[in-house]
């Protein structure tokens, strides 16, 4: 079966709308989706970025968030916009890689939902709590496996190994050959390519 590992941060915008169509898209294309969460903070901290390029720049954020509102209003989606922004999201990550890998779609969903749709805080641990016992998942269990030193460097790793791919923003897909496609809209084109060439 083809295969795409779908890279995202919790923090992100974009990896949003593409959770929450990933399942059905890849499903329909026959292609099997590897959930990736990282941090993009290392790597626009190597940029020399504090923040995210939205906040850095206030055109591209107020763009941004238009377009977020568009694109969810064609898609059905409920849009709220989380303060602080970007979140800080490395609890949610090291929680999504603690979890059992068919877990984790699941688990990510409700994270974003959480953050982008109720305008909750994804660090807070009530509010990751929440999600978990939604989804009947034993939290004291993955909150104690997240904290775990095999967690914490699993994260590491998943966030350098997106760096040596050549990610620089999520949503980022990338194929068994390599090959990198950017952002929610690139989604599809990325699907193609892991049937026909990755």
């Not at 568009?70 to 922004?85: H, M």
């Given at each position: 079966m083809p295969e795409l590992d779908f890279w995202y941060e919790f923090a992100s915008t974009y990896s949003y709308l593409a959770a929450m169509r990933a399942e059905a898209l890849?499903?329909?294309a026959g292609v099997r989706l590897n959930w990736r969460p990282f941090l993009l903070g290392p790597i626009f901290a190597a940029q020399g970025w504090t923040t995210s390029p939205f906040n850095l720049y206030p055109a591209k954020g107020r763009y941004?968030?238009?377009?977020?509102?568009?694109l969810c209003i064609l898609r059905g989606?409920?849009?709220?916009q989380p303060d602080p922004f970007p979140q800080n999201s490395l609890r949610a990550a090291r929680l999504a890689l603690a979890l059992p890998e068919q877990s984790r779609a699941a688990f990510s969903r409700a994270i974003f939902r959480a953050e982008f749709e109720e305008g909750r805080d994804i660090a807070d641990e009530q509010v990751l709590r929440d999600s978990l016992a939604a989804l009947d998942l034993p939290a004291d269990e993955i909150?104690?496996?997240?904290r775990s030193e095999d967690v914490k460097t699993a994260l590491r790793e998943n966030s350098e190994a997106a760096k040596r791919a050549g990610i620089f923003g999520a949503p980022a897909f990338v194929a068994r050959d390599g090959e990198l496609f950017w952002g929610d809209d690139r989604f599809e084109q990325a699907l193609?390519?892991?049937r026909h060439k990755g």
């Amino acid at each position: 079966m083809p295969e795409l590992d779908f890279w995202y941060e919790f923090a992100s915008t974009y990896s949003y709308l593409a959770a929450m169509r990933a399942e059905a898209l890849a499903g329909a294309a026959g292609v099997r989706l590897n959930w990736r969460p990282f941090l993009l903070g290392p790597i626009f901290a190597a940029q020399g970025w504090t923040t995210s390029p939205f906040n850095l720049y206030p055109a591209k954020g107020r763009y941004m968030w238009r377009d977020i509102e568009r694109l969810c209003i064609l898609r059905g989606l409920a849009l709220r916009q989380p303060d602080p922004f970007p979140q800080n999201s490395l609890r949610a990550a090291r929680l999504a890689l603690a979890l059992p890998e068919q877990s984790r779609a699941a688990f990510s969903r409700a994270i974003f939902r959480a953050e982008f749709e109720e305008g909750r805080d994804i660090a807070d641990e009530q509010v990751l709590r929440d999600s978990l016992a939604a989804l009947d998942l034993p939290a004291d269990e993955i909150f104690a496996r997240a904290r775990s030193e095999d967690v914490k460097t699993a994260l590491r790793e998943n966030s350098e190994a997106a760096k040596r791919a050549g990610i620089f923003g999520a949503p980022a897909f990338v194929a068994r050959d390599g090959e990198l496609f950017w952002g929610d809209d690139r989604f599809e084109q990325a699907l193609d390519w892991a049937r026909h060439k990755g």
